[in-house]
């Protein structure tokens, strides 16, 4: 298939027969998992996945990637393409049960952090997430608190979800080769994830922590909440938001969020 990756949808087609047979090791696809692809691009990764599995949905926003796709496909096994946008799919009505969907993708980096707070919002039907991302959010994302690259998407995945980097890959492995390195990642639902009683107050919560985080808590959080009330959480407000692990995030929010502050 002869296509011209396009800037706007963030392409990068993956072309590297050893990165496509890790990738698909690493997923371990078996056949009766019902799975969704993102971004199949030219099918790198899609045919593969096909020659073991009876049945593959896959979501592409380049329509001019349907039909090529398709006949690629036709040989491989069962494949239903969704000409739709990652962003406003919804991905549940994909899955037979609850926590069945396996979700796998080379997501364009350019809308991959939007793309997993939307799966992050139905993850009531996600038993595991696969992905290709920048090296650098993939840092971010597994980042322990204290370290430099902990904030709003380390604490948003981990409450959600246990992380695991599994390995890089250079830009060579693509065309066009990205400016930067890859990484591909798999995202395991909690089984028992904490309980988060106000979810738009959470996430507001650790919004503006991280919105200028060289600020204390005391002066990120002063529009959310009064010191009397942080600190009636057990929370120093001397200190900066990547102290806070995860769950202190939580413990603060059904804190200030059940008391009914911060509407």
């Known amino acids: 298939m002869q296509h011209r990756a396009r800037k706007r949808f963030g392409q990068n087609f993956l072309h590297d027969p050893g990165i496509i047979a890790r990738i698909v090791g690493a997923i371990s696809p078996q056949p009766d998992d019902c799975m969704v692809e993102i971004g199949p691009g030219q099918g790198a990764i899609t045919l593969r996945l096909l020659e073991a599995l009876r049945h593959l949905h896959a979501v592409e926003l380049d329509r001019d990637l349907i039909g090529p796709l398709t006949a690629a496909a036709g040989d491989h096994g069962a494949l239903t393409l969704h000409q739709a946008d990652a962003l406003a799919f919804d ?3 994909l899955a037979p049960s609850p926590q069945a969907l396996r979700v796998v993708g080379n997501l364009p980096y350019n809308i991959s952090t939007p793309i997993l707070f939307h799966l992050l919002d139905q993850l009531g039907a996600i038993r595991d997430m696969h992905f290709m991302l920048q090296k650098e959010v ?3 994302m597994a980042a322990p608190p204290g370290s430099r690259t902990f904030g709003r998407l380390s604490v948003m995945v981990q409450v959600a979800c246990k992380v695991q980097n599994l390995f890089d890959i250079g830009p060579g492995a693509f065309r066009p080769a990205p400016k930067v390195d890859s990484a591909f990642v798999r995202l395991t639902p909690l089984a028992a994830p904490p309980a988060i009683h106000h979810r738009e107050g959470f996430e507001q919560l650790v919004a503006a922590a991280f919105s200028q985080r060289r600020k204390t808590l005391r002066n990120s959080l002063k ?4 010191e009397e009330q942080i ?7 001397t200190i900066r938001p990547e102290r806070l692990s995860p769950l202190d995030f939580v413990r603060l929010a059904n804190h200030l969020f059940l008391q009914g502050q911060g509407d």
């Not at 529009?223 to 009064?226: D, E, R």
């Not at 600190?231 to 407000?237: K, P, Q, T, V």
């Open 231 to 237: 600190r009636a959480a057990d929370i120093d407000l």
């Open 91 to 93: 991905f549940r009505s």
């Open 223 to 226: 529009k959310i909440a009064t």
């Open 138 to 140: 993939v840092a971010r």
